[in-house]
């Protein structure tokens, strides 16, 4: 079976974030292997925030003499384009810019307000870009500064799997992660005044065959005639193939493989004009460094002895 190539002006959608400021070009590949040129470069920059919101310095209160110079708070955060800033004095605004300064008398004494900001988003406790190994129970774990308290939310991809209400903790347990939920973990604080999201990794899965495509691992063929291999592939990372053969073959077996998307990937073998020696069984070797490679045996046996 050769897969099917999308039709021609097919789109590839992905959700944007603050992460995707890049360039982007594509081209067409056909059912035996020939490509295009590359298309011209189209630069996408996403406009997103804000979020990463930071006091420093980072206190909760300030205890100074009245008529002292006020400590100068500076608020910080990401955005694009760039962000303004406001503070607020019980719920009333009073100044507006990065940095907070003056003098102290009393009738600054009260509780200032700003918005959530995450300060730790944890997978399995670690930070930054996580791995999850496929079949791994994961820990998601959130905290947020923020003045009032925040609704907290949990998510994968768009499904929401917890929710902590005017909290600034909140915790989910997913006991056996799948690698079709890589990078789609995100924890998302709010409140009253302005709100962050935090996205994190996801889950490596070791490779194994995509049972969402109808796959078959022997191929039938006519002497003299051609035959394409086609092989679909679910991993993260995506791997690498290597195509062998334990006996001689006039064929070239360096193969090709073309993405589905960031997690499947179809490897390809085209095989022309075959003579005897190159019908047989032939080893496909998948590698993404997770868990060890695996090997498939694909057969080419000739037209008329049936196939899977």
Not at 6 to 22: A, I, K, L, N
Not at 25 to 52: D, F, I
Not at 196 to 205: I, K, L, Q, R
């Amino acid at each position: 079976m050769t897969s099917q190539l999308p039709p021609p002006g097919s789109t590839y959608t992905f959700t944007v974030s603050s992460r995707d400021s890049h360039s982007y070009r594509c081209r067409a590949r056909e059912s035996q292997g020939l490509e295009s040129e590359w298309s011209q470069v189209y630069n996408m920059e996403p406009q997103y925030g804000p979020y990463q919101i930071s006091l420093n310095p980072f206190n909760s209160s300030y205890t100074v003499r009245e008529h002292q110079a006020l400590p100068s708070i500076n608020c910080s955060a990401l955005c694009r384009p760039g962000c303004t800033y406001r503070w607020l004095h019980n719920g009333t605004a009073f100044s507006s810019g990065a940095m907070l300064q003056g003098q102290a008398d009393r009738s600054n004494t009260g509780s200032y307000r700003y918005p959530a900001t995450i300060s730790s988003f944890t997978v399995n406790s670690h930070s930054g870009s996580v791995t999850v190994n496929m079949s791994d129970p994961a820990t998601l774990s959130c905290k947020v500064d923020s003045n009032p308290w925040s609704v907290i939310r949990l998510l994968n991809g768009t499904e929401e799997l917890t929710r902590a209400d005017n909290s600034l903790t909140a915790t989910y347990r997913q006991e056996s992660a799948d690698c079709r939920q890589r990078g789609n973990f995100s924890c998302t604080a709010t409140n009253n005044i302005g709100g962050t999201c935090h996205p994190e990794g996801g889950v490596a899965g070791s490779p194994r065959l995509d049972d969402s495509v109808s796959q078959q691992l022997k191929f039938a063929a006519t002497l003299g005639g051609d035959v394409t291999v086609s092989v679909s592939v679910l991993a993260y990372p995506l791997p690498t193939f290597t195509w062998r053969r334990s006996i001689s073959t006039s064929q070239d077996l360096t193969g090709s493989s073309s993405p589905v998307s960031d997690i499947s990937v179809t490897a390809r073998l085209h095989l022309t004009n075959l003579q005897q020696q190159d019908f047989g069984d032939y080893n496909l070797t998948v590698d993404n460094g997770v868990g060890g490679s695996v090997t498939y045996t694909v057969s080419i046996v000739t037209e008329g002895r049936g196939r899977l």
